[in-house]
């Protein structure tokens, strides 16, 4: 298959493996079929179950995925996103059905461990998880709607930036579509708008999460590691304009703290967000890169809190954000190139 991208994407199954016993011509007759796939991109894919002929085709149907690496996606990905996916596996489990009343459904629950996408033009690391477990997910095609249980992550990690002109690094990661494409899509906008997909996640949960935020956006520079992040983020639901609730927290470097509160537009939680990021108790020694750079002088002690609020409306960010600096003491001089030679002790 050739991507948009241009990059080929490659699918080898090797063995394949499909049974079809006691096909038959009868109205009803049901002839029990199995399918099993070795990826030798890794993982396996079984299926086992029922299909009827007439009269009309059904079929009904367990699927089972093991450790299917995700990395087989990468020219799909390529398509939308400057992201590459070193790592990742998926397994499933899905009770699959299709008939005349009912062109697909699918009831199961699925698993993605050791998820490691990067920064395809920085070439470091963006995202990740130890594992991502969703108990329950229920799809109908001919409902149109996606139920999704929580979502429970253990260990994620995120790599967040807010740029000199209040953009993020994952803004910029965005693929703009080619004009095929974007003509394709006007010209399916001038046809009949199709009923959008009835879709609600029930809660997510992050154990042990972890994060490096820097904003450039600030009078100064600012970055930081969190680590041990805990919290849920309430139901996401595209049929509600109810916005989803935010609340999470997490360490920063051995005494500080951080706090992430407020809400997500449930239609697009890129479009319209409204999020408070509390860090309370940062050492402003961690900061002396910064102060040796413009000041030419370390930091000896002190402490911070900062107060950002930043909202999304319509896609734009603007930042609302407080910062108190108590019991700064400048540490020993040190030479940096361009740093400015101020009187300062």
């Known amino acids: 298959d050739q991507a948009l991208s241009g990059e080929p994407a490659q699918i080898v199954i090797d063995p394949l493996r499909v049974e079809l016993r006691d096909l038959s011509n009868q109205p009803g007759a049901v002839s029990p079929l199995s399918v099993s796939a070795v990826l030798g991109s890794g993982g396996q894919a079984d299926l086992d179950g029922e299909l009827t002929l007439l009269p009309d085709l059904s079929v009904d149907a367990r699927l089972e995925l093991g450790q299917v690496a995700l990395a087989v996606a990468q020219p799909y990905l390529s398509e939308f996103a400057r992201m590459t996916l070193n790592d990742g596996a998926l397994d499933a489990q899905f009770a699959i059905a299709n008939n005349p009343d009912e062109p697909l459904s699918a009831d199961g629950g699925l698993s993605v461990s050791q998820l490691e996408i990067a920064d395809a033009v920085k070439e470091e690391r963006l995202l990740g998880w130890q594992s991502l477990t969703i108990d329950r997910l229920k799809f109908s095609l001919a409902e149109n ?40 899509e006007a010209e399916a906008g001038e046809a009949e708008p199709s009923e959008p997909l009835a879709a609600t996640l029930a809660k997510i949960t992050i154990a042990d999460g972890s994060a490096d935020f820097s904003d450039r956006n600030l009078p100064f520079a600012f970055a930081t590691e969190i680590t041990e992040l805990e919290g849920s983020i309430s139901t996401l639901a595209t049929a509600s304009s109810e916005p989803a609730q935010v609340d999470l927290q997490g360490r920063v470097a051995e005494y500080g703290l951080a706090e992430i509160s407020g809400s997500l537009s449930p239609a697009d939680p890129t479009l319209n967000s409204d999020l408070s990021v509390l860090f309370r108790n940062v050492e402003l020694p961690d900061l002396s890169a910064y102060t040796v750079k413009f000041a030419g002088r370390r930091i000896q002690d002190g402490r911070m809190d900062l107060d950002l609020r930043y909202r999304l409306d319509e896609g734009k960010l603007q930042g609302d954000n407080s910062v108190v600096i108590d019991r700064l003491t400048l540490g020993e001089k040190e030479d940096y190139p361009g740093a400015a030679n101020l009187p300062l002790g």
């Open 145 to 184: 709607r996606l139920d999704i249980s929580e979502v429970a992550l253990a260990a994620p990690y995120a790599r967040l930036l807010i740029d000199e002109d209040g953009s993020t690094n994952f803004q910029q990661l965005i693929v703009e579509q080619p004009e095929a494409a974007a003509a394709a």
